[in-house]
């Protein structure tokens, strides 16, 4: 009696386990890495990218993916960079010796461009939802992907708008010296000098200075109508207070999707500074978005008042990731990578696909001013 308890319970704990060894090879485990600054100045934007990659996550592990015939699980691997380069390659040889399956990130371009050689070093896709310095494609891996417009557009679009939308002919150009900032700086003013218009004064300060009283007075005796400012709007937010101190109110303010944020209007700290604000967004307005109104909804159902943009980019990311990884039948990097140049994919943010250096195919432009301290677009 004894002996034929003990080898039905044989029986079944090898039931069980070849039960388990069936499922194993009908299944697998996809994990993504996610980079972005969860700490520092820039956290609020890191934590709306993040968010954005957390979303899509849950979303495809709701669903019966099936990678190669098996059941896909996936996890994120979020790493905080502070939008510092150093922190951002240490992270992203994190990610690699971790053999992550691909990578949404980083956030900043100042982070991204170093860590784009450490992921093309290792064979890990990296797809950055935000980081808009032209250098990260120019560097010709095949490994970097970017989501939206580059500074190249970006600068032209917001030159010419000063330059034929607000008639304007005098401008200042200040950056915060990261590949971020000096990288649509510059381009904002080669466009601006060859539509006409005149530069009077260049400064710089650095992406964690709170006072620019100097810089502004300079620039408020050389008789400037506007500011382009290259940089976050950490310090774009005290720069607005500082200019209507020093009676700057009429004098513009222009920037890229570094200042073009919601939470600028409480870092101007009142609605009113914003009034002369004009900055622009690669893509569309989220409302604008395919099913972007009802992809918000739930965004802000579950991270209720921490929208900042960027977070549509890297749940579209994700979703190009995974795609390819379909299309491939395998999520080894090395399998799938190619794929992703032959991405054909109906996102939340666009109808996304690459050209042969990684940049979206037919990427999208929008200007924003501000109205009650709301961002409001203009196209």
Not at 231 to 258: E, K, N, T, Y
Request: proline share 4%.
């Amino acid at each position: 009696m004894q002996h034929s308890f003990r080898a039905k319970r044989l029986l079944a704990s090898t039931a069980l386990a070849l039960a388990g060894a069936a499922w194993a090879q009908d299944s697998l485990t996809v994990r993504i890495g996610q980079v972005g600054p969860t700490s520092g100045p820039a956290a609020h934007l890191g934590l709306d990218n993040v968010n954005g990659a957390r979303l899509a996550i849950d979303d495809l592990n709701a669903r019966d993916v099936r990678i190669g015939g098996r059941k896909a699980r996936f996890e994120l691997i979020a790493e905080d960079d502070a939008a510092d380069p150093k922190q951002g390659t240490q992270a992203a040889q994190k990610l690699c010796d971790q053999k992550i399956n691909g990578v949404v990130g980083h956030l900043t371009s100042g982070s991204t461009i170093p860590a784009s050689k450490v992921y093309n070093d290792c064979g890990i896709p990296h797809i950055s939802p935000v980081a808009t310095n032209p250098r990260l494609t120019e560097q010709g891996f095949k490994t970097s992907f970017r989501l939206l417009a580059s500074d190249n557009a970006m600068g032209v679009a917001l030159a010419h708008f000063a330059a034929a939308g607000l008639k304007l002919r005098k401008v200042a150009v200040v950056d915060d010296r990261t590949a971020y900032g000096q990288g649509v700086a510059a381009v904002f003013k080669k466009t601006a000098q060859k539509l006409g218009l005149q530069v009077v004064d260049e400064q710089f300060t650095h992406d964690k200075s709170v006072d620019f009283s100097s810089i502004l007075t300079a620039i408020k005796a050389k008789g400037a109508e506007a500011i382009f400012y290259g940089g976050l709007d950490a310090q774009a937010g005290p720069m607005l207070r500082q200019m209507q101190m020093l009676g700057m109110g009429q004098v513009r303010l222009f920037g890229g999707d570094g200042i073009c944020t919601t939470r600028l209007a409480e870092l101007a700290g009142s609605p009113d500074n914003l009034a002369q604000v004009t900055c622009g967004e690669g893509g569309a307005s989220v409302d604008k978005m395919h099913g972007g109104a009802a992809w918000k909804q739930r965004y802000d159902a579950r991270f209720a008042g921490q929208f900042q943009g960027s977070s549509p980019y890297a749940y579209d990311a994700v979703m190009v990731l995974v795609e390819a990884m379909k299309k491939a039948g395998s999520p080894d990097p090395k399998v799938y990578g190619p794929a992703l140049f032959n991405t054909d994919y109906q996102g939340v943010t666009a109808r996304i696909a690459f050209d042969a250096t990684g940049e979206l195919a037919s990427p999208a432009l929008t200007l924003f001013q501000y109205r009650g301290g709301k961002k409001a677009p203009l196209n």
